[in-house]
């Protein structure tokens, strides 16, 4: 099994303030995903990026793969109430994905 | 209907009871997962099915077996079930085996499962 660490925990900010997560492992991955979950839903692919050092931009959301394809991080400008919710981070090695404990990020009006 | 769709959302039954879980993914993918997910820990994955065959079992006690009888429905059978078990068990599918790294899963919304 390989494990993914993400961090901080928890994550309380207010609305315009920016935010990062981070998912950090010993293991390589092929790829690497974000997802949110909102309460009482599954999680929603984010993104996903399979190039050490690759950054992907979508709208205030930047997401980063290490150049060693070993962590993520998750960067959040101004962020929004509609931004809270758990965002768990997931690897990609063989043919199923290995998830993070995930990131619980609460955005207060 | 489109998207993975699982039912009931909410389930409490007793120790000795005998439930189902139901998952119906009309996006034609081939693979599914059930995974458990419990406050603060990862994703537990459970059981694979691909083509509607079983590629791997994680471990799980024999209290949860799964049942497969196409690539759009899944189900898990519970049974003498204990407190422990109590979280909420999600139902995931990839267009094939290999591919959930770069195309992602679609999730279900999930079953919130409490065992008294």
């Known amino acids: 099994t390989q494990l993914l660490e993400q961090s901080p925990q928890f994550l309380s900010i207010q609305e315009g303030e920016n935010l990062t997560v981070y998912c950090n492992s010993s293991s390589v991955f092929s790829s690497l995903q974000w997802y949110r979950q909102e309460p009482g839903e599954g999680p929603v692919l984010l993104v996903t990026v399979v190039t050490g050092g690759e950054v992907k931009k979508l709208k205030r959301l930047t997401f980063q793969f290490g150049d060693a394809r070993k962590d993520s991080s998750l960067h959040i400008t101004a962020a929004q109430p509609g931004d809270t919710g758990l965002y768990l981070c997931?690897?990609?090695?063989?043919?199923?994905?290995?998830f993070g404990a995930g990131t619980t990020v609460t955005v207060r009006a | 209907e489109t998207g993975v769709t699982q039912t009931p959302r909410h389930l409490v039954m007793g120790m000795t009871n005998k439930k189902s879980l139901k998952c119906e993914q009309h996006l034609g993918h081939n693979a599914m997962y059930w995974y458990k997910q419990s406050a603060k820990k990862p994703l537990e994955l459970m059981f694979v099915?691909?083509?509607?065959?079983?590629?791997e079992n994680n471990s799980v006690p024999s209290r949860f077996s799964p049942e497969c009888p196409n690539s759009s429905h899944l189900f898990l059978h519970l049974h003498t079930l204990q407190p422990e078990d109590s979280a909420l068990y999600l139902c995931a599918s990839s267009q094939e085996l290999g591919t959930g790294g770069i195309y992602g899963y679609t999730f279900g919304s999930g079953t919130r499962l409490t065992v008294v």
């Open positions: 997931a690897g990609g090695g063989d043919y199923k994905l290995s």
């Open positions: 099915y691909n083509f509607k065959e079983q590629t």
